[in-house]
């Protein structure tokens, strides 16, 4: 049953917050779970049903970004009325109930089911985005402080592992009747993923409305003329200038990889849903690794070396084809997403941090909150951006051909063959290597050199891949035998 006090509490017994915790947790599986069935890949391949342009799918990855910017009006509402509970819950039920509407597109909006699908996905996001900026406020306060990183790291642990399972299982489901064609039976398992995702993000308001929420304190009203003071510092300023080019090269073409591989490889939901979830993997795997190089070499180098191997991923996705899909598409198509995932952590934290170590400590909220919009909206306009000249990069190709012409045994190999969103990739290689040209002018104190960030991460991970996967597998073949089975978590070294 829904706990219908939505308003704060002077004072949380600990009882109450020890539940709370529980029912954060269960909120997260549901929430992450709703939103893994909701990801870019099941709304991109569920779109290609209706056959929506490059334009269209441009559109839908930039919303979120863009809708991103109503939590300005969720910081102005809540330090108005000083009640987040009710702004994240009742926003929340409002954002989710437009997945039901998603989930029965095609009966209800037979013929328009682009305009809909636009419209509902944006009802979900714009309430998504006003709910979030009250929760994280909310769970700032409720969350004690001397348990967050570790509260949080685990719920997103868990979260994490039961969604990416979840969104196997339904690319699973889905794959079953996949063929790469428009069919009633393919459509209908969408909308039956859909109305599963509805249903997970109503369970998930039912443990969020059970959270108590403690009595805000607030220091003053919100004021938008405080956002223009990052502008005012001219460090912050030449970090906000990196941000947008990076942000906008990032997602001018990351949306794309699924339209990529559905369309132009015509490889199965199941697999892109599963590297997908590799390269999840992996960027939970190196985040450890990322943070502990960010404290000892500083921000700069670890985010100039991160986007150095995401420029390097970008750059394999043309040679997936030749001009066709041929032996090596799926070991590059791994390698890429390896590279993402590898790289991701290094940016997400970076990109994080920097704002954070950059921003005044007596005043660091309108900084953080500028960073952020300056991302959303880099963010949201990319993918717009490259939505609309994908379609005039259709119609180009450059190829270069090594012919034998020989009569009797004549071939023609292809050494390189860009066409369409191959361009885009391109693209996107030439404004993130400008972006770095941008980064060296972002001022921070004691930072190391890239070559000696390069040499660590060399011999870090020489050691990792040593540990993990050759001296790893002798260590348990040595002492299986000797493992006692009292302790689930016994670890021996030798």
Request: proline share 4%.
């Amino acid at each position: 049953m829904i706990n219908l006090n939505l308003n704060p509490q002077d004072k949380l017994p600990q009882a109450d917050i020890e539940r709370g915790l529980d029912y954060l947790l269960l909120d997260g599986v549901c929430s992450q779970s709703m939103s893994s069935l909701t990801s870019s890949a099941f709304l991109i391949a569920y779109a290609l049903m209706f056959h929506a342009s490059n334009i269209v799918i441009g559109i839908l990855t930039a919303i979120p970004f863009l809708a991103n910017l109503m939590q300005l009006v969720s910081t102005w509402i809540i330090e108005n009325i000083h009640k987040r509970k009710i702004v994240s819950v009742v926003s929340s039920f409002l954002g989710r109930v437009a997945l039901f509407f998603i989930a029965l597109t095609p009966i209800f909006f037979h013929n328009y089911e682009i305009i809909a699908l636009l419209l509902f996905v944006t009802i979900l996001n714009i309430f998504g985005a006003l709910s979030n900026g009250a929760f994280n406020s909310w769970m700032k306060d409720f969350v004690p402080e001397k348990i967050r990183g570790r509260y949080f790291a685990k719920r997103s642990r868990i979260s994490v592992s039961v969604a990416t399972l979840l969104s196997i299982l339904a690319a699973i489901y889905i794959d079953g009747l996949f063929i790469g064609t428009l069919n009633e039976s393919l459509i209908q398992k969408y909308s039956v993923l859909f109305m599963a995702a509805f249903i997970l993000g109503i369970i998930g308001i039912i443990f969020l409305s059970k959270i108590p929420e403690p009595k805000m304190n607030s220091n003053g009203k919100f004021h938008i003329k405080d956002l223009t003071r990052p502008f005012a510092d001219q460090g912050f300023k030449k970090l906000l200038i990196f941000m947008f080019v990076w942000s906008f090269a990032y997602n001018l073409s990351t949306p794309f990889f699924v339209v990529y591989m559905l369309k132009r490889l015509a490889l199965s939901i199941i697999f892109v849903i599963s590297v997908t979830a590799l390269g999840q993997f992996i960027t939970v795997l190196m985040l450890p690794l990322w943070g502990s190089f960010v404290d000892k070499f500083g921000i700069r180098p670890v985010m100039k070396l991160s986007a150095i191997f995401y420029l390097v991923a970008l750059a394999l996705w043309p040679y997936t084809t030749l001009p066709e899909g041929y032996v090596l598409t799926i070991p590059i198509i791994i390698s890429i997403y390896i590279l993402i995932g590898f790289s991701t952590g290094g940016l997400m934290l970076s990109s994080t941090v920097f704002a954070f170590k950059m921003a005044p400590k007596d005043n660091s909220v309108p900084f953080i909150t500028v960073n952020g919009t300056v991302i959303s909206i880099a963010a949201g306009i990319s993918p717009l951006f490259g939505g609309t000249i994908s379609d005039i990069l259709d119609k180009m190709r450059l190829s270069l051909v090594f012919m034998w012409t020989d009569t009797n045994m004549p071939f023609t190999l292809f050494l390189t063959d860009f066409q369409g969103l191959d361009f885009l990739f391109i693209l996107s290689i030439i404004i993130g290597t400008y972006s770095l040209y941008l980064l060296k002018d972002v001022p921070e104190k004691d930072v190391a050199e890239d070559e000696i960030v390069k040499f660590e991460l060399y011999y870090t991970l020489r050691r990792y891949f040593r540990v993990y996967f050759l001296h790893l597998p002798i260590l348990i073949h040595k002492n299986k035998r000797k493992i006692k089975r009292k302790n689930n978590y016994a670890f021996y070294r030798n």
